[in-house]
């Protein structure tokens, strides 16, 4: 509930509306009941024209009667007044706007400074790419098994370019929510210590601190900016492009950023790190993609979900082929914020975040592109890179990867455990958090699934 009153105020405002129906629906209940109560009270005044303040007196009593007995009742049960609805919205609604108030204060007052050492020659020009897909599944996706044809360009380019094009084959989201997944992608802080999250600098205040030109192009919503926890930390960046802002409609498919990508690579800087975030396979899949895509089919729950992740395969490719042909360095990493079910236990969960984890909803894509002129002069951290793939990785790995592979290692925040190319990665347990901010072990909440899982099919 918390997640769902957070996704509203959030700057995915598309989230929200696939979330908000649960909110409406219990409003419509709450309605119903008191349009009820009404007619009930005036066919009884009607009924008894004549008595009416004595039956008026009677039937307040009732009401009054009727409040005390419930909440002596719920005081009984151990059940609070802030944790039934609708009062549990009014609770949530305030949570969320202190989180966001005190996250802001907290996050913007944050005195970062670089201590430590940039292990890269000054006048190498390298680019560092992070590309946040939305709501791409892995088990969707053909390039790690599935059985239809949705990453056809990925697979050719793994086929033919596999020193430069790395797939990781066991990632998993923070969450499954954006407004929780993606600032730890960001952030230097993992999934296991969110509470830090306001207190631990993103990799764009880095980058920024160490003199790198960084950008974002974004073809999700702004709306919410300076209000939720990613516009925050995005709100670093020297270049920022939303699609949305600069006339584009509302039904902008990915491939708009490739143009504004090639414009930043033209950069003249030497260093850059550009940020890119998708509108990847969000609800309604349909509309994530041109008509001309609808490669499967037209209608479908999975069909078009399908449809939108070979679009997403599309400009993945586009973006690579920009990457793999330049001749300056430059390192990608592509990983999507989270999963997505689509109803596949048969159990009508679709969407991400509403109900247990599933692992459809925690297992992302998660891949590397790195090209000739990198690899020529980063080769051994490519190689270590290369070793890994199979190591359970996460979020977590995000940032201190990308800090890793351009050697910017902060004496106080980068974590040499936590970087895919270092000497010292260290393969350890991952944590997710839920849709009430609470941090679980994985091997904890697969074994809470299995549990309930089992128990349904009694
Ligand atoms: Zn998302």
């Not at 609800?283 to 490669?295: A, G, I, L, T, W």
């Not at 072990?441 to 349904?456: D, E, G, P, S």
Request: net charge positive; with cysteine; charged share 20%.
């Amino acid at each position: 509930m918390y997640q769902v009153v957070g996704s509203v105020y959030e700057t995915n405002v598309e989230e929200a509306q696939e979330l908000i129906w649960i909110i409406i629906r219990a409003i419509q209940i709450l309605a119903a009941i008191l349009v009820a109560f009404f007619l009930i009270y005036l066919i009884i005044l009607r009924r008894n024209f004549h008595k009416p303040l004595v039956l008026n007196k009677l039937f307040c009593l009732t009401v009054v009667v009727t409040c005390i007995v419930s909440i002596l009742g719920m005081n009984l049960l151990g059940i609070r007044f802030s944790k039934v609805y609708p009062f549990s919205a009014v609770r949530y609604q305030i949570k969320y706007f202190k989180e966001i108030y005190r996250f802001r204060k907290t996050y913007e007052g944050l005195n970062y400074e670089f201590s430590g050492r940039i292990d890269s020659p000054s006048n190498l020009r390298e680019t560092y790419i992070l590309i946040i897909g939305e709501a791409a599944r892995k088990a969707s996706m053909s390039i790690y098994g599935y059985p239809q044809n949705t990453t056809p360009i990925l697979q050719n380019l793994v086929k033919t370019r596999c020193k430069n094009v790395i797939p990781y084959t066991n990632a998993i989201s923070a969450s499954a929510f954006t407004r929780v997944s993606v600032p730890i992608m960001l952030s230097v802080t993992d999934a296991e210590s969110l509470r830090q999250l306001a207190y631990s600098p993103s990799i764009i205040r880095i980058f920024n601190a160490v003199g790198y030109k960084t950008f974002l192009i974004s073809n999700q919503p702004r709306r919410g900016f300076h209000q939720d926890v990613i516009s925050t930390m995005m709100k670093d960046v020297a270049y920022s492009v939303y699609l949305e802002d600069i006339g584009y409609l509302d039904r902008t498919y990915d491939a708009a950023v490739i143009p504004f990508l090639r414009q930043c690579l033209k950069d003249t800087c030497n260093k850059k790190l550009i940020v890119v975030h998708l509108m990847g396979s969000h609800y309604n899949y349909k509309e994530r993609y041109p008509p001309d895509f609808s490669f499967f089919g037209e209608e479908g729950l999975v069909t078009t979900y399908n449809n939108s992740i070979r679009y997403t395969d599309y400009v993945f490719g586009g973006i690579a082929k920009e990457v793999l042909k330049s001749d300056e360095a430059i390192a990608l990493l592509y990983a999507s914020d989270h999963g997505e079910n689509l109803n596949d236990n048969n159990d009508g969960n679709t969407g991400h975040g509403l109900r247990e984890f599933t692992r459809y909803e925690l297992e992302i894509p998660f891949i590397f592109v790195l090209n000739a002129a990198f690899i020529e002069v980063k080769a051994s951290k490519v190689e270590r890179l290369i070793k890994r793939t199979n190591h359970a990785v996460s979020h977590d790995h995000v940032s201190h990867s990308l800090l890793g592979l351009a050697g910017i290692y902060d004496n106080q925040v980068y974590q040499e455990s936590k970087d895919l190319s270092s000497l010292r990665f260290l393969e350890q347990e991952r944590y997710v958090i839920d849709r009430d901010m609470n941090i679980f072990l994985v091997n904890l909440y697969q074994r809470r699934i299995l549990k309930a899982l089992t128990q349904n099919s009694r």
